[in-house]
């Protein structure tokens, strides 16, 4: 039986992958910090099993993935948070608690499961299409997006050697408590089941990066490629409006 381990399984994109990858028949690690969350997930799938913990806890997320009794082919790094910043004023805080988990939550679980790295392990991290260009207020998550896409891109380059796949995954909009609660137009948002279905097709194939609605994220790639001033005056007419 294949396993793979998702972080970030208790709400959105995450619980999805967890729920469809466990009616596949594959043995899955669901972890988050919601307890009672990850409880009722493992009374719905027989071959789901919780890990709580909190990922920006380097010591937490250690003794936990150390846990793993078996080397999971499979790991879905996407846990993860998004918080705006207002009229570019600049709230540390908040850029700390933004690169905690996105950042170094990620930077965690990598470390605490290095160790037990394969060629047959397939690394996924979830970054986002955010940090293809500047997006308003976006300054923190998309800059902790940037630094995923940039350290999931290089590791694919430095742990080839070792067999080990990376991919990483780019949604656009998706339906979530995440965006719920977002307040401007979303283009092209899709429902966490669709997202989860070109996440696994993406994976599946083994791809190096996996991006999704496509029509959205080549749009978005095709904007980035603009000269950056005119990207900049694209982002402040989405301010304005
Ligand atoms: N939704 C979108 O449109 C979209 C677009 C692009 C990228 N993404 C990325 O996709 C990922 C999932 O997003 P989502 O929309 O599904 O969000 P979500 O519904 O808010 O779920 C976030 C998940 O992250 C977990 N999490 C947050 N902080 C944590 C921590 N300190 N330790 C452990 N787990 C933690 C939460 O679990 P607990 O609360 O139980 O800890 C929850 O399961 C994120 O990385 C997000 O940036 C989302």
């Given at each position: 039986?294949?396993?793979v ?6 709400s959105?994109i995450?619980?999805q992958?967890?729920?469809d990858?466990?009616r596949?028949g ?8 919601n ?10 799938h027989?071959?789901l ?5 909190d ?6 997320t250690?003794q ?7 080397v ?6 996407n ?6 910043i207002?009229q ?10 933004v ?8 930077l965690?679980c990598?470390?605490?499961?290095q160790a037990g790295f394969?060629?047959?392990?397939h690394l ?5 299409s955010?940090s293809?260009m500047p ?16 350290i999931?891109n290089?590791?694919?380059a430095d742990?080839?050697?070792q067999?080990?796949t ?5 949604p656009?909009?998706v339906?979530?408590?995440l965006?719920?609660?977002?307040d401007?137009a979303?283009p092209?948002?899709?429902s966490?089941?669709?997202a ?6 993406g994976?599946a194939?083994?791809?190096t990066?996996?991006h999704?609605?496509r ?27």
């Amino acid at each position: 039986m294949k396993h793979v381990v998702i972080t970030g399984a208790t709400s959105g994109i995450g619980e999805q992958l967890a729920r469809d990858y466990a009616r596949q028949g594959w043995q899955v690690t669901a972890c988050g910090r919601n307890q009672d969350k990850l409880s009722a997930m493992a009374n719905d799938h027989a071959s789901l099993t919780p890990l709580a913990f909190d990922a920006t806890d380097s010591e937490q997320t250690y003794q936990a993935l150390g846990r793993l009794s078996v080397v999971p082919d499979l790991i879905i790094l996407n846990a993860g948070t998004c918080e705006y910043i207002d009229q570019g004023r600049i709230d540390v805080p908040l850029f700390k608690r933004v690169f905690d988990i996105n950042v170094f939550g990620v930077l965690n679980c990598i470390e605490a499961l290095q160790a037990g790295f394969s060629d047959a392990t397939h690394l996924a991290i979830v970054g986002s299409s955010a940090s293809y260009m500047p997006l308003p207020r976006a300054e923190a998550y998309g800059a902790s997006k940037a630094a995923i896409s940039y350290i999931a891109n290089t590791l694919s380059a430095d742990l080839a050697q070792q067999g080990v796949t990376v991919s990483l995954v780019s949604p656009g909009f998706v339906e979530t408590p995440l965006t719920d609660k977002n307040d401007f137009a979303m283009p092209m948002r899709v429902s966490v089941k669709q997202a989860s279905a070109a996440i696994q097709s993406g994976l599946a194939k083994g791809k190096t990066e996996v991006h999704f609605p496509r029509k959205f994220t080549f749009i978005l790639k095709f904007l980035a490629l603009l000269p950056m001033s005119w990207q900049i005056a694209l982002a402040r007419r989405m301010t304005r409006n």
